[in-house]
């Protein structure tokens, strides 16, 4: 069974942008993915499609109404669906490479679409939404960051980047970032690949790699390393 994303938002015109484009498009194509975008709009039941309405308390800004975005939900993902839902969200917990390989691994996902000041909390509440961010800063609305998302789990589907070591030695897969990177000419601007990766010497190469890894992530992520066991 291949993976199945559903999309609740405001813009379905946006899907699937560049989730279709390249190896992630191919990957549609082969039916390793789908992808359906539904409009929220479409579950209003008065003539202008209201979807919002003002926070209760007073404030900035307007709320996506609980009663219709459940029922989008709700024919979106019906009772026994095994797929997780997500909601879009600064407040959310931080998504992960490891987060990302669950659900790669799992049937799909719902994924919302917040817009405005925020969703009901009685519908992340009864709908059993998982909240997750991409980032400490705030968007517009959370189409860009369901791309994200998407983008980081479907790569990680089996047969969409080709062979299973295509991204084994990638930054975050073993809790450490990705080592430099160097190619042909073998002299650029003056600054030349380093030795040890043109001596053919694989030992040799791993270590520094991995030498390489660990003195990158001392420097600009500290807290991997704090996180290892």
Partial sequence: MSFSAAIITLFPELFPGPLGASVLGRGMADGLWWLQATQLR???????????????????????????LARAIDTVSPEGDPRPRILMSPRGTPLTQARARQLALGPGAVIVCGRFEGVDQRVIDGR????ISIGDYVLAGGEVAAMVL??????????????????????FENGLLEYPQYTRPQSFEGLDIPAVLTSGDHGKIARWRAEQSKTLTAVRRPDLLRDRP
């Fill in 128 to 131: 059993q939404l998982e909240e």
């Fill in 150 to 171: 998407l983008e980081a789990v479907v790569r990680l589907i089996p047969g969409v980047l080709g062979g299973p070591d295509s991204h084994a030695d990638e930054s």
């Fill in 42 to 68: 479409d579950f209003a039941t008065d003539r202008h499609r209201t979807v919002d309405d003002t926070p209760s308390g007073g404030g900035a800004g307007m709320v996506l109404k609980p009663d219709i």
